[in-house]
């Protein structure tokens, strides 16, 4: 089994639509992240956890919210999907000790289409 | 805003070839790292050099880092068709937020059987 299972893996849904992305993971790390990547860029941060307590903004947090409901589990909302929401999206995992909490681990991504 | 930027945008090779890639970076860093994205999926974390370190090896993977210049590359030697994929460079800030990375556009490799 993954590591850092998403879900759903693909998601076509409508204008207007609030939409849920899950995230779990079983690597026991405390700090969670959510990107989006587009066609020909790098991915891009909207929300990261340290903790369950711990939640900030990232790059582009505006029309996304999160929630981290237990230290394994993340998610991503789109409270009212718009069409430039469509992209490819990532939830990663870290550590909090050490270099290795510079080291994220990814999750295979949720393919949204917001038509 | 993109930290790093990675050279070329695209790469095409034979099989068995060597493929440099190069990234260039604004600011100070802790440590950069590059990922490999094969086609729709996740990232992998390949490898992670600190800013004190100007060479790291991984199997067939050598990583280089100038911090004068602001420059990373990374060489694949003896290349296979499984090497096929998007490679990203990720840097680390300076200073201790240390914990955000920031993404280059990622130079897509093909290498031809």
């Known amino acids: 089994d993954a590591d850092v299972t998403q879900t759903p893996r693909n998601r076509i849904t409508k204008t207007g639509k609030r939409i849920m992305l899950e995230c779990s993971q079983t690597k026991g790390h405390d700090r969670m992240y959510w990107y989006r990547q587009d066609p020909g860029l790098g991915l891009r941060l909207i929300y990261y956890s340290f903790d369950v307590k711990d939640i900030n903004k990232g790059e582009i947090s505006d029309g996304y919210s999160v929630s981290r409901q237990a230290q394994a589990k993340f998610s991503l909302s789109l409270e009212s999907a718009i069409p430039n929401q469509t992209a490819l999206y990532f939830c990663?995992?870290?550590?909090?000790?050490?270099?290795?909490?510079?080291?994220?681990?990814f999750g295979a991504g949720t393919r949204l289409s917001v038509l | 805003s993109q930290q790093g930027e990675e050279d070329p945008q695209a790469l095409s090779i034979q099989e068995g070839e060597n493929a440099t890639m190069n990234c260039s970076y604004k600011?100070?860093?802790?440590?950069l790292q590059w990922y490999r994205q094969n086609s729709g999926r996740g990232l992998v974390h390949l490898i992670l050099?600190?800013?004190?370190?100007r060479e790291k090896h991984s199997g067939r993977l050598r990583v280089t880092l100038d911090t004068s210049k602001k420059s990373s590359s990374l060489l694949i030697t003896a290349s296979r068709a499984a090497d096929t994929a998007s490679y990203f460079c990720a840097t680390v800030p300076g200073g201790g937020s240390n914990y955000k990375l920031t993404f280059g556009k990622g130079t897509l490799l093909t290498v031809n059987p």
């Open positions: 600011t100070s860093i802790n440590n």
């Open positions: 050099i600190r800013s004190n370190e």
């Open positions: 990663a995992t870290s550590d909090s000790q050490g270099l290795a909490k510079n080291i994220q681990y």
